[in-house]
């Protein structure tokens, strides 16, 4: 990526997952999202990496990135991974060191989806599957972790900062974020409450769960009822992402790894420098609050909400 498309290592990597269907946010939390995502990767020089297609939470960054285009001269960095398979008009994407126009109007009667023309790069991953997701995958968490491995101070021996943002999202998501905090060293999280499904489901047991991620029985059975009914499961699926959750729960608080800052102070606080001696608690004091429980230095799991 630095060599051929002549890109300087970024100092900050966010890795946004999300919902893939549509999905509607509160007008004053697509604001508040766009605003401080694109404020966190301008003032730190971050990448972002997306799933590249153009639905779910991909739109509302692509929304966020066109209304900073309509504003600012200042180019962000934006690399979209996506499924070979689920991209439609692939026949305009064939080539080698050629320019091609692209048509980015979706046909609403096919299953395959455009990509999202906001993004500055796009990376397609093909395991010879039509219609799915997930052949990217893989390839997108090897490539977040080969750029954290890249110094970005030689003298300290700094790699670069990854911190993956939830918006909304299926319960996939919730497995994709305790497969970030199992990471060596653990991936911070950042998870927008009040976006819907997943997110909120998440952020709802980071509020309530206790230390070591266990939760009373009634709200054991509260959470489970809702996981139920927002991704239409059995007791038993319900009970198997349950679980999952709670393990999320477990990794509220890493000790060793100090990081405590939200998207908005990525901003402020200059990334709290760069996740190393950073400040115990949360001094966010954007439109977004930050409802941790745990206020003791090591990685925090954050849910956040509308003031």
Partial sequence: MTKEWQLELPKLLI???????????????????????????????????????????????????????????????????????????????????????????????SKLTVLNSMHSHFILADNGTTGKYGAEVKLRRQLEKHISLQKINTRIGQGVPVVALIVEGGPNVISIVLEYLRDTPPVPVVVCDGSG???????FGHKYSEEGGLINESLRDQLLVTIQKTFTYSRTQAQHLFIILMECMKKKELKGYPFNACLHCLEEHKMCQQFQGAPSGCFCRSSFEAKSLCKKPGIQFQGFQMD
């Avoid at 972002?48 to 966020?64: K, L, P, S, W």
């Avoid at 499904?197 to 952020?203: E, H, K, Q």
Wanted: proline share 4%.
């Fill in 15 to 109: 890795s946004v997952h999300g919902g893939l269907q549509n999905f509607e946010l509160q007008p004053k939390l697509k604001q508040v999202f766009g605003k401080g995502l694109i404020k966190a990767a301008m003032t730190t020089g971050a990448w972002i990496f997306t799933g590249g297609v153009n639905t779910g939470v991909i739109r509302h960054v692509g929304d966020a990135l066109k209304d900073h285009a309509s504003k600012s001269r200042g180019k962000i960095c934006t690399i979209g991974i996506a499924p070979w398979g689920i991209v439609e008009n692939q026949e305009d994407l064939i080539g080698k060191d050629v320019v091609r126009p692209y048509q980015t109007m979706s046909n609403p009667m």
């Fill in 197 to 203: 499904r997943a997110s909120d489901i998440l952020a």
